[in-house]
């Protein structure tokens, strides 16, 4: 009798086994794969700016700006204040294989475009409109002295 039940308890524990993988398909099958962040290239970004250089004059204003040749397709540094700045990659969220997807300061100084297809962020990369949802990748800061770094 023993070994009638110890044959039915495993049969169950297949069944059940069974039932669980076929619903972790449905679940991924289910999946809408148009609300995935898109697929922006990492790379490593490890640059220092020194903020006395004249290259970099337009940081010393708060909603200054510069770019660098770093990132994917560029990062634009924004001076907020004597403290904070923001480092923002240029490869728009919005089809960011697209080669003309490339995120620029606005004339106004007041927001970012990608003029390629029309999206526009604020100067934190948060989407302002659209067509791109997701906001622009950003990199961490650190001001220590004259010397701005930034990482990912």
Known sequence: MPATSDAKLAKDSMTIRNYLIAG?????????DNNAAPLIPNVIVNDQLNLTNIQYNRLRQDNGYVYLNAGVRGIIVIR???NRYRAIERNCSYKPEDACGIVEVDAS???LKDPCCGSQFDLTGQVTGG??????????????GNFLYITN
Do not use: I, M
């Open 109 to 111: 100084n007041l927001f």
């Open 80 to 82: 907020e204040n004597a």
């Open 131 to 144: 067509p791109a949802t997701y906001p622009l990748r950003q990199y961490g800061t650190t001001l220590q």
């Open 24 to 32: 972790s398909f449905l679940l991924l099958a289910g999946c809408d």
